[in-house]
């Protein structure tokens, strides 16, 4: 199966999302005025993009289910289960480093239901996709509203509004050809998209985290942020890296370019597949800098952005690299979340 290259991309910007985000998290001193989350909340859009890509590649597949699930919780379970019992060893007085974890256990419980809602992926026309996903957007609305002024509700929406609406939007967007639906170019489409990214990210910021914008919400899993404002912010990367890989012209053919160059492309496709280790191992180091104070540098002033930034290339590097080590031991190789 020839790979997608553009899959490739949203992959690597996803997993360095979550390390950059990941490296500036916690209290941290204020950087011209602002603490750090301030800023970081425009790179929140890792877990929803791998959501996203997750829809775009498994879903309207013929699937097996045992098969299916042998090949892909296998992939999943194996290395969880490796960081599990080396975090639950290593950080024996703090029992919830588990919780840094929840993408991964959240991938094992889509990953059993994948085949049912493939079913439907199946047997839908595009009208019938579209208007679930106008449903999740309305409903993405209400709940930022009623949140937002204190309404009190007892309308249950849930089921319109989770990961698997991430999957289904990824899917959406992977197959509908937006330069014909809108007429418009694709150097358009890439330049409009961005400027929805960036509006989107800023008003995120001011917005704040998703706690902030959905407080004591219920019926919803407060660490995947579904509002509506993180919805716009990883449909508009998704779009721009499909359509930076099509049929631009001009800074943005240059792009392309780039980005498709050998050396470029192979180590964007290494570290897609690299992604779900690195994930692993960046939480398990992270978390041991944190609980430990094992950093080699304490920056109280205003450089604490350059310093995080620079643990975050740092530690995204060495992930990297130490999946690829262990990817190459015979017997730890199922370990390494190399795919």
Not at 38 to 44: C, P, S
Not at 246 to 267: A, M
Not at 301 to 315: F, P, R, S
Request: net charge positive; charged share 15%; aromatic share 16%.
């Amino acid at each position: 199966m020839q790979r997608i290259k553009y899959y490739d991309f949203l992959k690597f910007l996803a997993i360095l999302s979550i390390i950059v985000l990941h490296s500036c998290w916690g209290a941290k001193p204020l950087f011209f005025g602002h603490k750090l989350s301030f800023y970081t909340n425009m790179i929140h859009f890792g877990v929803p993009l791998f959501l996203m890509i997750s829809g775009a590649l498994l879903l309207n597949r013929d699937i097996e289910i045992i098969s299916f699930l042998k090949k892909k919780t296998v992939r999943l379970i194996y290395p969880l289960a490796l960081y599990v019992i080396l975090s639950t060893f290593v950080f024996s007085l703090y029992p919830n480093v588990i919780t840094g974890y929840w993408y991964a256990f959240m991938m094992v419980g889509i990953y059993l239901a994948i085949p049912i809602v493939n079913i439907f992926i199946k047997n839908a026309e595009m009208k019938e996709i579209e208007y679930f996903l106008i449903l999740f957007i309305a409903v993405s609305v209400f709940y930022q509203i009623i949140f937002t002024f204190k309404i009190e509700t007892n309308l249950d929406l849930n089921f319109f509004i989770g990961p698997f609406s991430y999957l289904i939007l990824g899917y959406y967007l992977s197959r509908k050809d937006l330069t014909n639906a809108l007429n418009i170019s694709p150097n358009k489409i890439v330049l409009l998209s961005i400027l929805i990214f960036v509006f989107s990210s800023v008003v995120k910021m001011y917005m704040g985290s998703c706690e902030d914008i959905y407080p004591k919400l219920e019926l919803m899993n407060q660490k995947l942020d579904l509002s509506i404002i993180q919805v716009v912010q990883a449909a508009s990367i998704f779009i721009i890296c499909k359509y930076i890989y099509g049929d631009v012209t001009g800074i943005l053919g240059k792009c392309r370019s780039l980005l498709e160059g050998d050396r470029v492309n192979h180590f964007i496709m290494s570290i897609s597949r690299a992604s779900y280790g690195m994930y692993l191992f960046h939480w398990f180091i992270i978390k041991l800098t944190r609980s430990y104070g094992l950093l080699p540098f304490k920056i109280l002033t205003k450089k604490i952005l350059i310093a995080d930034l620079g643990l975050a290339i740092v530690l995204f590097f060495a992930s990297w690299l130490v999946v690829l080590i262990i990817n190459r031991i015979p017997v730890l190789k199922y370990l390494s979340g190399y795919a």
